[in-house]
């Protein structure tokens, strides 16, 4: 079993920065990519950037493109998303979770989910 936990999420201004963590324990040697999803009220949850955990590939959304950025520490068995420009459209509760096998953007191929953590944009 694999358990995530998110953190950093919090009230930011429209231009603004935040960075998230999702820090992983357990059966991690299990994990194959780690992604970030996020789902706005009324919305459906969607892909945001995902990463390799071996070797570092990423892939993000084309709304985050040039904004976002998702990176590893293997040593802690975290994963970071780093947010820059966020505007309004980026308030979400945001997600990581874990992928053996599967499309990185289909939320439905992940395994494992952490609680969540909410990240809201004043415009």
């Known amino acids: 079993q694999v358990q995530l936990v998110e953190s950093g999420g919090g009230l930011v201004q429209a231009g603004g920065s935040l960075r998230l963590s999702c820090a992983a324990s357990?059966?991690?040697?299990?994990?194959?990519?780690m992604g970030w999803f996020r789902q706005a009220p009324g919305k459906e949850r969607e892909f945001v950037a995902a990463i390799n955990w071996s070797h570092g590939s990423t892939n993000y959304a084309n709304s985050v493109k040039g904004r976002f950025t998702i990176s590893r520490d293997n040593a802690k068995n975290t994963v970071y998303l780093q947010m820059n420009s966020l505007n309004p459209e980026d308030t979400a509760v945001y997600y990581c979770?874990?992928?053996?096998?599967?499309?990185?953007?289909?939320?439905?191929?992940?395994?494992?989910w952490g609680q969540g953590t909410q990240v809201t944009v004043s415009s």
């Open positions: 357990g059966r991690t040697f299990s994990m194959y990519t």
């Open positions: 979770a874990s992928l053996r096998r599967g499309e990185w953007g289909n939320a439905y191929d992940y395994d494992h």
